[in-house]
Nanobody, 126 residues
């Protein structure tokens, strides 16, 4: 299993950014938790959002507050994270990940479980 995240970027507070993550080595027809995590230097990696490849059910961390939307394109084996109303505290390295467990568990367990893409830096300026 391999995951390749798109480049992040610099965005002003209140702006939007979409991350994508292309997966290979498995298909979304299989039952996977497809997730985004993030990590600020000096802090633990935390779950952001997850989508179940089998039924499309989505999960979000409380701090997302309706600002982010996770989606997947099964034909393209790609996961997306649309981030709106970005705040400076959203600045972090974002990781996409996949695991053959449920989203509820994977968002809380995180690394080292599952397969992970390289991190991509998102910087939100105030």
């Amino acid at each position: 299993v391999q995951l390749q995240a798109s480049r992040g970027g610099l965005v002003q507070a209140g702006g939007s950014l979409r991350l994508s993550c292309e997966a290979s080595g498995f298909t979304f027809d299989e039952d996977y938790a497809l997730a985004w995590f993030r990590q600020v230097p000096g802090k633990e990696r935390e779950g952001v959002s997850c989508i179940s490849s089998s039924d499309g059910r989505t999960y979000y961390a409380d701090y997302v507050g309706g600002r982010f939307t996770i989606s997947s394109d099964n034909a393209q084996n790609t996961i997306y994270l649309q981030m709106n109303s970005l705040k400076p505290e959203d600045t972090a390295v974002y990781y996409c990940a996949a695991y053959r467990r449920g989203c509820y568990w994977f968002l809380r367990a995180g690394h080292p479980y599952g397969s992970w893409g390289q991190g991509t830096l998102v910087t939100v300026s105030s």
